[in-house]
């Protein structure tokens, strides 16, 4: 009797090991692909979420971003624009709840009316956004759905400005008597003092390198980490942080490890402040300002401070021009990137022991 050919039987299973390698190399990139990016140090470790910001129907780029980012009680993310879509609303999970289109028409309508250096401050119940309106060369107050509370012009009283239009206000800080100071960062380097009613008190610092003057006060917050609350301002063109107490006198000047610091936030739990750094990188600083970690150095100096980086050259985990940063309630980190279609990325805090 014959016995039975094997090679039938050995060619399936041979095609079968086959199809199954093949359908794991072909599962194996998209797996890897899926794999959050990792980053940060310590306390400070984070997984990049991939295309987190889920634009609204009819949009394919969320626009300039050359604002500010700010989150609410509610841990809802609220996005500067350069467009007339003023302002985007985003969920924790990346959902987009709103713009602010409706609520200023009169904003947006040409580049460059737009807000930057938003600070959120709670007042009562309510939560308001304080902002430089660059375009419009006013700070304004704002309600969270984009209602005017107030908008005010140049410090005409502070003797310092020819001519108004040499005033291009970049950034706010909301104090917790009610005042509030503003830095005119892309005009003078002076900043303003206002008191709560909105009247003008004093100016400080002004054009120079020597302590307590500025190139370029891009942004500020107030610091409340010691026991006296301080001003902590970004003198972007000179690498540097200066302390200065809430009625405009410098106390200390901090310069290590910043390339172009754009606006400081101190908004963490851990006592300590986020710097989003224009030249390709965020970094963290501690109670002390000691370096707790960078994040998302971008490994190709031609993209670091670059407005113009296309889509196709973003990568997870590295930043291009980091231009503002906040965290929310959870610890997570958000930061707006510098760039002319628009880039808000979420950083997710691992925590301790994951």
């Known amino acids: 009797m014959a016995r039975p050919d094997p090679r039938p039987a050995l060619r399936l299973r041979r095609h079968s090991r086959l199809a199954l390698l093949a359908a794991a190399f072909a599962f194996a990139?998209?797996?890897?692909?899926?794999?959050?990016?990792?980053?940060?140090?310590?306390?400070?470790?984070?997984?990049w979420v991939h295309d987190w910001a889920k634009l609204p129907a009819g949009m394919t780029q969320l626009g300039?971003?050359?604002?500010?980012?700010?989150?609410?009680?509610?841990?809802?993310?609220?996005?500067?624009?350069?467009?007339?879509?003023?302002?985007?609303?985003?969920?924790?999970?990346?959902?987009?709840?709103?713009?602010?289109?409706?609520?200023?028409?009169?904003?947006?309508?040409?580049?460059?009316?737009?807000?930057?250096?938003?600070?959120?401050?709670?007042?009562?119940?309510?939560?308001?956004?304080?902002?430089?309106?660059l375009g419009r060369k006013t700070a304004v107050k704002l309600t969270l759905d984009g209602k005017l509370v107030w908008e005010i012009g140049y410090p005409k009283e502070s003797g310092i400005y020819q001519d108004p239009n040499g005033y291009n206000?970049?950034?706010?800080?909301?104090?917790?008597?009610?005042?509030?100071?503003?830095?005119?960062?892309?005009?003078?380097s002076w900043l303003h003092l206002y008191d709560k009613s909105g009247k003008y008190v004093k100016s400080f610092?002004?054009?120079?390198?020597?302590?307590?003057?500025?190139q370029t006060c891009h942004g500020l917050?107030?610091?409340?980490?010691?026991?006296?609350?301080?001003?902590?301002?970004?003198?972007?063109?000179?690498?540097?942080?200066?302390?200065?107490?809430?009625?405009?006198?410098?106390?200390?000047?901090?310069?290590?490890?910043?390339?172009?610091?754009?606006?400081?936030?101190?908004?963490?739990?851990?006592?300590?402040?986020?710097?989003?750094?224009?030249?390709?990188?965020?970094t963290i600083f501690d109670k002390d300002m000691k370096l707790v970690t960078h994040l998302g150095d971008n490994?190709?100096?031609?993209?670091?401070?670059?407005?113009?980086?296309?889509?196709?050259?973003?990568?997870?985990?590295?930043?291009t021009a980091p231009h503002g940063g906040t965290w929310d309630h959870d610890g997570n980190l958000y930061v707006m990137d510098w760039n002319v279609v628009g880039r808000v990325s979420k950083l997710q805090r691992v925590k301790s022991g994951k």
């Open 29 to 47: 990139p998209a797996a890897l692909a899926q794999e959050p990016t990792r980053m940060g140090s310590g306390r400070h470790v984070y997984e």
């Open 64 to 133: 300039p971003t050359h604002g500010g980012i700010v989150v609410d009680a509610k841990n809802n993310v609220y996005c500067a624009v350069n467009n007339d879509k003023v302002l985007l609303i985003f969920a924790p999970d990346g959902k987009c709840l709103g713009t602010w289109e409706k609520a200023q028409p009169e904003w947006g309508k040409q580049q460059g009316e737009h807000l930057h250096g938003l600070c959120l401050q709670k007042e009562g119940s309510e939560e308001f956004i304080y902002a430089a309106a």
């Open 169 to 188: 206000p970049t950034g706010i800080a909301a104090l917790p008597d009610g005042g509030f100071v503003v830095a005119d960062g892309y005009g003078t």
């Open 205 to 214: 610092g002004g054009p120079g390198t020597e302590v307590g003057k500025f």
């Open 221 to 282: 917050c107030v610091d409340t980490r010691g026991a006296t609350p301080l001003l902590l301002i970004a003198d972007r063109q000179s690498s540097r942080l200066q302390h200065f107490t809430l009625t405009g006198e410098p106390v200390k000047v901090w310069d290590q490890e910043l390339r172009l610091p754009c606006v400081p936030n101190v908004v963490n739990g851990d006592g300590d402040v986020v710097i989003p750094d224009l030249q390709g990188r965020v």
């Open 299 to 319: 490994a190709d100096p031609t993209l670091r401070g670059n407005y113009g980086v296309p889509v196709e050259k973003w990568k997870d985990g590295q930043f």
